[in-house]
């Protein structure tokens, strides 16, 4: 019966993809993991802050005697203490640490994956976007063949990017969504991401490619799906890049070599 209704759930999975505003976006699973280790991370301060202050109150020197002289016996100088309860405490605390620790190490290793990994290609209807990095400038390529500078994508949808340079090394990032991969010459690097708020939002370049690095950013509109298609409708057969060597963009950009003290970098 449970076989029956797994394969039942695959089907209308596979045969109903899900919504983009459906999918974690890259950016809530990164500020989930920022949550978690801040939260964790103060717990265990204030454990042992509030461990530290009530044992050095509880046995401070108030000059008075000795409360403890007839329950404990007191080492000599140059003698180890005894006693201890045998370790218990210690093993208790380092076992403890332990488990959370390896826990931590575990659940964030999961959420990475899934970044790496993305959503289930079957079950969702992404958007595929080919991005080519040049210096200094990035050109956007849609399935249509319509090239452009701006990135355009619709809200609630899946993106996936396949980043590659047609000349030196850059790295491709959208700090607002938590997107960024290298851009290499002659390969391809992929990324996703979905966007669940309209707006513009920057794309930067990460990799230091040349005396125009810092100008290398670019605006990522996100608009409302029903404006996207309207747009992607009228993109057929034009092209909307403005660099400096190439009106169509792609490989044949005609950029003049980065200097840096008059030497060609």
Known sequence: MKEMVGVVITRVAIGFPLHGGDVRAPSAVF????????????????????????HA?????DGGTDPYADKVER???GEMP??????RKVFYSFSISAIIVVSLIAWTYSQLLYIEQ???????DALEIDVEGYRFGWDFVYPNGHTTN?????????????VTSTDVFHNFGI???RVKTDAVPGQYTSAWFTANETGTYAAKCYELCGSGHSLMTTDVVVM?????EEWYAETEGTNETKSGGNETGGADHQIAPATAGGVPA
């Open 224 to 228: 409302p799906q029903d404006e996207y």
């Open 75 to 77: 080492p000599e100088m």
């Open 31 to 54: 500020d989930q993991i920022f949550e978690v280790f801040l939260l964790l991370g103060t717990a265990v301060g204030v454990v042992v802050v509030a461990y530290t202050m009530y």
């Open 82 to 87: 005894t006693g201890g309860a045998g370790g």
């Open 150 to 162: 701006t990135l355009y994508v619709p809200q609630d949808r899946v993106v996936r990017l396949q």
């Open 118 to 124: 993305g959503p289930d290609p079957a079950q969702t």
């Open 57 to 61: 109150l509880k046995y401070r020197d």
């Open 175 to 177: 700090p607002e969504l």
